[in-house]
């Protein structure tokens, strides 16, 4: 491959910035969706499962809905992928956060089992079904287009953009849950009140796309496409053949990631509700103040890994999960609310190391020409068989054993796996051009040194699997 410097991108922060925040959105509404889902699981239960008696077991019921949805995040991320690598990542982006907007509304608009009988959970499923589907290609496609968006030495201090857009979506329906608990009645919620932030989303979505539109290709891909125009006809077992190293590391540095995050967001929730039995709105209180600290903390930590390397702030993340996880569970059972507090930041602190470095780094695990592709499928599957399942096997896990620290264990043994996989397999990337790309730059100093060190440009052009 010979060398052309002027494929060197220099990318404005500034302009990568607004980048992030018009991807961002989408992650936000995603979460909204999530985080509402998660903090009005109760009344959801109550509404579309009456016919079960057991209060226990109606909301295993809802937790499963939620869980068979994540089924359809692999399909999402098979056709999602193929047309973002094809096509372009905009087109992607700009669809997936429609369909998002219109599932969280129709969620709204469901009526109960008690007006329609066995179609209302149904039509709860279709909805979490569609949910599952666009949201297949949404976060695959927002983490490319960001990392091929930003220069590469600020790709995990910006990346982690787009999880500020998860923690401000979950934080805006706690908020939002929190004040119509405290504004609105028990029957008040049970009977209309529940619907109002699933109809709201719909215009956070609507915002999204708005400002989608307005999006231009990323250059990375624009390059590729130029260089390589029938690169993008790999097919999906080639892509095994060669790349499973890299699939495996992303398989699983994606099934952390996602249990210790649903373990908080989604879980935990209930957890506080209905295992330590704390109050709806001070549970809603707790987990949005925590949620706020993440953010900071997320943005400190994706500095951390653009100086020092994704690889040690995973470590960080997971020998700190590994070994405290059980100790929040346990300050939990003390019903003592400061140490309840103590217990949900120890578990919000570590899970911000993999909102600062998962964005910025899985992207980076893969070349241009499968980029969107390989990671949509592998982050879907991963998310599917260990995040969506999560709040299902937790609250499970607590309904058989009798144990409330059992969560705890189930975060410990994932942690564990996961120090075995990233210790031993995955390679820093942080400060490198992408795979099969030129160099993203901020500076004509930068430009310089590239230029004038093309093997540093392109480090990755020995691997012959290019």
Request: proline share 3%; hydrophobic share 50%; glycine share 8%.
């Amino acid at each position: 491959m010979d060398f052309d410097k002027s494929n060197i991108n220099m990318v404005e922060t500034k302009k990568a910035k607004k980048t992030v925040f018009a991807t961002g959105i989408g992650n936000a509404m995603e979460w909204f969706d999530f985080g509402l889902y998660s903090y009005l699981a109760v009344i959801i239960s109550q509404n579309f499962f009456s016919s079960v008696q057991n209060d226990q077991v109606k909301l295993i019921f809802t937790f499963a809905t939620f869980a068979i949805a994540f089924l359809l995040r692999p399909v999402g991320g098979i056709i999602f992928g193929i047309i973002g690598d094809k096509y372009g990542r905009k087109v992607v982006l700009t669809t997936t956060i429609i369909m998002m907007a219109f599932s969280t509304l129709l969620i709204g608009l469901l009526p109960t089992y008690d007006q329609i009988g066995i179609w209302a959970p149904i039509l709860l499923l279709l909805g979490r079904v569609l949910q599952g589907f666009s949201t297949g290609g949404e976060y695959a496609g927002a983490m490319v287009y960001v990392a091929e968006s930003s220069p590469d030495k600020k790709r995990n201090s910006l990346g982690c953009g787009l999880e500020i857009g998860t923690l401000s979506g979950y934080i805006a329906a706690s908020v939002l849950s929190g004040v119509l608990f405290f504004a609105l009645s028990s029957e008040q919620m049970a009977s209309w009140g529940w619907r109002i932030p699933f109809i709201l989303g719909l215009f956070l979505g609507i915002f999204g796309f708005y400002l989608r539109r307005k999006l231009e290709e990323s250059p990375v891909y624009e390059n590729d496409i130029e260089a390589t125009p029938k690169r993008d006809n790999v097919n999906f077992l080639t892509i095994i053949r060669y790349y499973y190293k890299d699939i495996i590391v992303c398989f699983v540095a994606v099934a952390f990631f996602n249990c210790t995050n649903y373990m908080v967001t989604s879980y935990l929730p209930s957890y506080l509700q209905g295992v330590v039995k704390l109050d709806d709105t001070l549970v809603s209180l707790l987990i949005t103040v925590v949620m706020a600290v993440m953010i900071p903390l997320a943005l400190m930590f994706g500095r951390v890994a653009d100086k020092i390397g994704e690889k040690k702030v995973f470590l960080i993340g997971l020998i700190g999960t590994a070994v405290l996880s059980t100790v929040a569970f346990s300050l939990f059972q003390t019903k003592s609310l400061v140490f309840i507090i103590i217990g949900i930041f120890i578990l919000g602190f570590f899970l911000s190391t993999y909102e600062a470095t998962m964005p910025g780094s899985l992207p980076t695990m893969f070349y241009t020409h499968i980029r969107y592709r390989t990671l949509a499928v592998t982050f879907n599957v991963s998310v599917s068989l260990f995040g969506g399942t999560t709040p299902l096997i937790a609250s499970s896990l607590v309904a058989k054993t009798g144990d409330p620290l059992s969560p705890a264990y189930y975060l410990t043994a994932v942690s564990i796996v996961g120090i075995i996989v990233v210790g031993l397999l995955h390679v820093s990337t942080a400060g490198k051009s992408l795979k099969g790309s030129y160099p993203n730059v901020s500076s004509q100093k930068e430009f310089d040194y590239y230029a004038e060190n093309p093997k540093k440009a392109l480090w990755w052009i020995k691997d012959k699997r290019v």
